[in-house]
């Protein structure tokens, strides 16, 4: 029987200050603060334009006509089940996924050259590279554009990788800094790993041309430089799915190495169903088997295996002719909506006079405009008008619909000028 002094001793134990009580409250994750601020506000006219989500003229959420009808066949499909994948993914998945990135006739899978794992999505696909990299790669010095994705810079990190940058956004023509960019990756050590979006970057909506993107190979290949590629928009840029991916094939087709990492979350709006890719290319068959039985060794402590729905509904689809039809057609009224709404917020701050040059909105690509406000003309039209975005200036213009174009137009407007409209 436990005696009166140790229940004394455990009470006032329990009743101590916790163990982790020096635990620092972290910041908040922008883009989501972004998020809760806007549920929060009782506003009937508040417009949500920061995290990056491609909503009906109604700003309701958007769900593929195609998707919809997957999802039902697999429903109906009593052979399905809810067994455990292996380590890496589903198998067809896997093929059908790099296939879509480079291509069916690829040197590089008809020699099996590739290995490639389901993973979580972009972000889950790209902290694996990061971890396989930290492992097994000499070079542990990564470079990012200057600005990127505000998530990137945490893959490396939390896998131990030092991060550098390179220029790439020109503020003041809100472009590509190209010489700046091949500047600073001609300064890079061999070997290091430079860090690319494939098409659509985020936050700038700024792409280089195929043009450049071949000056920035031979770079590349030149510095014996490692390329990895955030694929998260393949298909966004111009509603073709292989004109969005020549700049990774440009760099597969030359023989060389590079990692790609995909995501289905934009491209058929399967945000919450996480579903990616990280592919590896080798350069030979043996290589590629040694790879893929060292990712498995870092996903099996992560996560174990990949979730198996989502990589269904992306199956069904990608295998299916009809249905790639019926998605390929859905994307590029997608994109075409995107494109006229640009147009359609150009002529709006136009029309108004408001100051400054605006037609970068019209050169900008993708879902993405860096509109060139400032953080307190941000903040200003949240305050005053109740519209909520990223504090560098990023637009989700796939967030906007013709109904609410003419709104950001006032607001925009007013954080120039300082009238209110």
Same mark, same amino acid.
């Given at each position: 029987m436990e005696s009166l002094s140790t229940k004394e001793a455990t009470s006032k134990d329990c009743n101590g200050d916790s163990v982790f009580e020096n635990v620092v409250r972290a910041p908040d994750v922008p883009v989501y603060a972004v998020m809760v601020?806007?549920?929060?506000?009782?506003?009937?006219?508040?417009?949500? *334009?920061?995290?990056g989500v491609y909503r009906t003229e109604d700003g309701k959420p958007h769900v593929l006509n195609v998707v919809r009808r997957v999802e039902k066949l697999l429903l109906d499909d009593v052979s399905a089940t809810k067994e455990y994948l292996p380590i890496t993914g589903m198998a067809e998945f896997n093929k059908l996924s790099s296939q879509l990135v480079f291509g069916a006739d690829s040197p590089a899978m008809k020699e099996n050259r590739v290995t490639t794992v389901q993973c979580l999505a972009g972000c889950g696909s790209l902290r694996t590279g990061a971890d396989f990299l930290a492992k097994h790669y000499h070079q542990h010095t990564v470079y990012l554009s200057q600005p990127t994705y505000g998530n990137h810079p945490n893959f490396f990190l939390a896998a131990g990788l030092a991060l550098k940058t390179y220029r790439y956004y020109d503020p003041?023509?809100?472009?590509?800094?190209?010489?700046?960019?091949?500047?600073?990756?001609?300064?890079?050590?061999?070997? #290091? @790993?430079?860090?690319?979006? #494939?098409?659509?970057?985020?936050?700038?909506?700024?792409?280089?041309?195929?043009?450049?993107?071949?000056?920035?190979?031979q770079l590349v290949r030149s510095k014996g430089l490692l390329p990895f590629f955030?694929?998260?928009?393949?298909?966004?840029?111009? !509603?073709?799915?292989? /004109?969005?991916?020549q700049s990774v094939r440009m760099f597969v087709t030359d023989g060389g190495?590079?990692?790609?990492?995909?995501?289905?979350?934009?491209? /058929? !709006?399967?945000?919450?169903?996480?579903?990616g890719a990280l592919s590896i290319v080798c350069k030979t068959a043996d290589v590629a088997k040694r790879v893929e039985s060292q990712l498995k060794l870092v996903i099996r402590p992560m996560y174990s295996n990949p979730p198996i729905h989502g990589a269904a509904i992306v199956t069904a689809i990608?295998?299916?002719?009809? /249905?790639?039809?019926?998605?390929?057609?859905?994307?590029? #009224?997608?994109?075409?909506?995107? @494109?006229?709404?640009?147009?359609?917020?150009?002529?709006? *701050?136009?029309?108004?006079?408001t100051p400054g040059d605006w037609s970068h909105i019209m050169k900008q690509v993708g879902m993405y405009t860096f509109s060139g406000l400032n953080t307190e003309q941000v903040a200003f039209m949240t305050k005053e008008y109740h519209i909520y975005m990223s504090s560098d200036g990023r637009i989700n213009m796939a967030g906007l619909s013709a109904k609410t174009?003419?709104?950001?137009?006032?607001?925009?407007?007013? #954080?120039?000028? !300082?009238?209110?409209l």
């Amino acid at each position: 029987m436990e005696s009166l002094s140790t229940k004394e001793a455990t009470s006032k134990d329990c009743n101590g200050d916790s163990v982790f009580e020096n635990v620092v409250r972290a910041p908040d994750v922008p883009v989501y603060a972004v998020m809760v601020a806007y549920s929060k506000d009782p506003s009937p006219v508040k417009l949500n *334009l920061g995290i990056g989500v491609y909503r009906t003229e109604d700003g309701k959420p958007h769900v593929l006509n195609v998707v919809r009808r997957v999802e039902k066949l697999l429903l109906d499909d009593v052979s399905a089940t809810k067994e455990y994948l292996p380590i890496t993914g589903m198998a067809e998945f896997n093929k059908l996924s790099s296939q879509l990135v480079f291509g069916a006739d690829s040197p590089a899978m008809k020699e099996n050259r590739v290995t490639t794992v389901q993973c979580l999505a972009g972000c889950g696909s790209l902290r694996t590279g990061a971890d396989f990299l930290a492992k097994h790669y000499h070079q542990h010095t990564v470079y990012l554009s200057q600005p990127t994705y505000g998530n990137h810079p945490n893959f490396f990190l939390a896998a131990g990788l030092a991060l550098k940058t390179y220029r790439y956004y020109d503020p003041i023509t809100r472009g590509l800094d190209f010489q700046g960019m091949l500047d600073d990756l001609g300064s890079a050590p061999s070997g #290091a @790993i430079v860090l690319f979006q #494939a098409c659509s970057h985020n936050p700038t909506g700024v792409d280089p041309t195929l043009h450049q993107w071949e000056q920035i190979r031979q770079l590349v290949r030149s510095k014996g430089l490692l390329p990895f590629f955030d694929n998260a928009y393949q298909g966004i840029v111009s !509603g073709s799915l292989d /004109m969005d991916a020549q700049s990774v094939r440009m760099f597969v087709t030359d023989g060389g190495e590079c990692l790609v990492a995909h995501s289905y979350s934009k491209i /058929m !709006g399967l945000y919450g169903e996480r579903v990616g890719a990280l592919s590896i290319v080798c350069k030979t068959a043996d290589v590629a088997k040694r790879v893929e039985s060292q990712l498995k060794l870092v996903i099996r402590p992560m996560y174990s295996n990949p979730p198996i729905h989502g990589a269904a509904i992306v199956t069904a689809i990608l295998k299916d002719r009809e /249905m790639f039809d019926e998605w390929t057609v859905e994307l590029k #009224a997608m994109i075409d909506r995107i @494109i006229h709404l640009r147009k359609q917020l150009y002529d709006a *701050l136009r029309d108004r006079g408001t100051p400054g040059d605006w037609s970068h909105i019209m050169k900008q690509v993708g879902m993405y405009t860096f509109s060139g406000l400032n953080t307190e003309q941000v903040a200003f039209m949240t305050k005053e008008y109740h519209i909520y975005m990223s504090s560098d200036g990023r637009i989700n213009m796939a967030g906007l619909s013709a109904k609410t174009v003419p709104y950001l137009a006032d607001a925009i407007h007013s #954080a120039v000028t !300082g009238i209110i409209l």
